[in-house]
């Protein structure tokens, strides 16, 4: 351990459980008939960057909250490196937390709020500033160390709260919604750095974020919450190629989850299914279709035209209604919004056809 | 739109048009009353005090001069400055003691409902006569008193009596006592310390309190190095208050206090009394030198830098 606490009787079982950086044993909080958090048990690896994905209210950020020792759980266990942590206040857990309005302090210098942690725990002032000094180039803010705050555009003060966060060089940095208020080019570049940023520190990152695509370009491996419950826990290919639930499904990208009569119309069997937008091709009506794919026929009731690509929505024969996005490869705007109203057939390769559970 | 409403309407557009006129007819009749009659009856009373009085005729002689301040920084003046700025300084410290656990209670932890309460408790006071309630305080600080009566039941009034023994704070009960008189003073200027302290720390978020602990800090640390230089603004407005209100106070010495005078009553006195207004005049300086002096050393330390 760099820095931080260390507690008698913490390293052997540290040890046994080495891989292991958060571990949630039906984990619950209650907040009077509200559950936030419900019977979530869960593993964190060491060193990965970890994403909770979910709408807000689903307990993602509730979950970093029992993570950090500012709330505690009402039933379950929480393992920070296989060490239990009930209890255990934040101020002595080896965790560090970027907070989703960054919570800089207003009447301290970039440079005094990142070293922050340190003269908390007494460093010398000398080294305090070579490893602030530091910091500030990891996260490409040389020179600003005398600023204020609110001397900063939005974008700089997520890199100080991320260096005042990482200075402290915890096992577990914890990042809530960090990139939530930045416009999207910045959002996608600081998408790039903190990934970069991970895997030059090497630390695990449990990022949390109501953003799919978002957690889709950084995880090494996130889990989709919902209701306070996780529905399903993957890689990025393996949550958006393989949704557990029609939730996930229609959370993590865009879907269709198709169900009842029109299951049956399209497939034979009325399990639900989903299917991405981006697997079903248009073609003109009567076109051939040839063994194992899947076919409807339908009339183009609206057309969106999104630059890259098109998403339309086609109402089918046998009920019901299905989205399909296409790039816009050669197609003009004028081509594909004349699309609208005219019948269509679509034909799409019944491996796409994801079975899910009901419930979701 | 009707023929009488279109001149208004003419009106408004020709001052939405033309903002800064707008401004200054809405600022001009305040800025008239603040700049003749407040900061004009100001430069009145300092150029009185460098006017002078006939000790003869009994005239103000009309001819600027230091003799005031002269006047002013005799021993017996200076005893006066020296009695009153301590007891200022006194009450605003214990007041800032008193009121920070209130206040701190008020902003982050009572619920809102208690938070109405303890507002309407702290502000319940004022709405009465301030001569009522410093005048009930010298019925609870009698010999007779109440306050008294509890602490014989107690088996205390040794305490007290020696309390009352003392030099300079002591006297033959407590409400002819300087301590009776601090304890007053706490009393009605407590309320102007509690709200701009709770103000103050309404405004600090959650977050920076967490981000404190996350990042290691003990509760005590983190209230050291994050609560109390976001509230000492705050802290810094209040004592404003509680400290040119007791600087400037004659009613509680005079209720409470003996024949050892307070700035307010020297003023009272010279201006009553002995009919010297410029001199009067002078002593009024006084508490404004203090207060700006007070100023300066505040803003030197930083204590508006939060702000």
Redesign the interface.
């Known amino acids: 351990m760099a820095s931080?606490?260390t507690r008698p009787g913490a390293e052997p079982a540290r040890e046994r459980a080495s891989t292991s950086a958060v571990r949630f044993s039906h984990v619950s909080r209650a907040f009077g008939d509200v559950q936030a958090v419900d019977d979530v048990s869960l593993d964190i690896d060491d060193g990965e960057f970890f994403s909770l994905l979910g709408p807000s209210g689903s307990g993602k950020t509730t979950c970093l909250r029992l993570i950090?020792?500012?709330d505690h759980p009402t039933a379950g266990t929480i393992e920070l490196h296989g060490v239990e942590v009930s209890g255990v206040?934040?101020?002595e857990r080896d965790?560090?937390?970027v907070?989703?309005?960054y919570?800089?302090?207003?009447?301290m210098t970039v440079g005094e709020n990142i070293a922050?942690?340190l003269m908390?725990?007494r460093v010398p002032g000398a080294e305090r500033e070579v490893r602030g000094r530091e910091m500030l180039e990891l996260v490409r803010l040389p020179g600003m160390a005398d600023r204020r705050p609110a001397q900063l555009s939005g974008g700089q003060r997520q890199r100080v709260a991320l260096a005042?966060?990482l200075i402290?060089r915890p096992r577990v940095l914890l990042l809530d919604e960090p990139l939530g208020a930045l416009d999207l080019k910045l959002r996608q570049q600081m998408q790039v750095e903190l990934k970069a940023i991970q895997r030059a520190v090497g630390i695990t990152f449990i990022y949390v974020t109501h953003d799919q695509e978002e957690a889709l370009t950084m995880s090494d491996r996130l889990a989709v919450m919902n209701n306070g419950r996780i529905d399903q826990v993957g890689t990025p290919a393996d949550v958006y190629e393989h949704p557990a639930t029609g939730f996930v499904a229609g959370f993590v990208g865009v879907s269709n989850l198709v169900s009842g009569e029109t299951a049956r119309a399209l497939t034979g069997l009325p399990a639900t299914f989903t299917i991405r937008p981006e697997k079903i091709l248009i073609r003109e009506p009567g076109a051939s279709v040839t063994d194992g794919m899947c076919w409807a026929d339908g009339r183009v009731r609206d057309v969106v035209y999104l630059g890259a690509h098109t998403r339309y929505w086609v109402e089918l024969d046998a009920g019901g209604e299905l989205v399909i996005t296409q790039q816009n490869v050669e197609s003009t705007s004028m081509d594909v919004l004349a699309a609208r109203d005219r019948r269509v057939r679509l034909v799409w390769h019944r491996l796409h056809n994801r079975p899910v559970e009901t419930m979701g | 739109m009707s023929a009488a409403a279109a001149p208004t309407r003419r009106l408004s557009i020709y001052l939405y048009r033309r903002p800064a006129l707008a401004l200054i007819l809405l600022l001009a009749p305040p800025l008239l009353w603040l700049g003749v009659v407040y900061l004009g009856s100001l430069f009145a009373l300092i150029l009185q005090s460098f006017f002078t009085l006939d000790s003869f005729t009994g005239q103000v002689v009309r001819k600027l001069t230091l003799a005031n301040y002269r006047d002013l920084f005799v021993a017996s003046n200076i005893d006066i400055i020296v009695r009153t700025a301590s007891m200022a300084a006194a009450v605003t410290v214990a007041a800032a003691g008193v009121a920070f656990p209130i206040s701190y209670y008020m902003a982050r932890y009572a619920t809102p409902r208690v938070r109405a309460l303890l507002y309407l408790g702290v502000l319940l006071p004022l709405w009465s006569s301030y001569l009522v309630r410093v005048y009930s305080w010298k019925l609870i600080l009698a010999r007779e008193g109440v306050l008294n009566w509890t602490l014989v039941q107690m088996r205390l009034d040794g305490v007290l009596n020696w309390l009352l023994s003392l030099p300079v704070i002591g006297g033959p009960s407590l409400s002819v006592s300087r301590l009776g008189m601090f304890v007053v003073f706490l009393y009605v200027w407590l309320p102007y310390m509690i709200l701009p302290i709770e103000a103050a720390l309404e405004r600090v978020?959650e977050?920076?309190l967490?981000?404190?602990?996350?990042?290691?800090?003990?509760p005590r640390?983190t209230f050291r190095?994050?609560v109390l230089?976001?509230a000492f603004p705050g802290v810094v407005a209040g004592s404003l208050f509680t400290f040119s209100l007791t600087l400037g106070d004659f009613v509680v010495p005079y209720a409470l206090g003996n024949s050892a005078l307070f700035i307010g009553q020297a003023v009272l006195a010279f201006q009553g009394t002995a009919a010297n207004v410029p001199l009067a005049a002078a002593f009024t300086v006084v508490p404004m030198v203090i207060m700006a002096v007070y100023l300066t050393i505040a803003r030197r330390t930083g204590a508006f830098?939060?702000l």
């Open positions: 931080g606490v950090a020792g500012f206040p934040p101020y965790v560090n937390t907070f989703q309005d919570a800089l302090f207003p009447h922050y942690g908390i725990k005042r966060a402290n | 978020p977050s920076l967490e981000a404190s602990a996350d990042l290691g800090a003990r640390e190095r994050v230089p976001l830098e939060a």
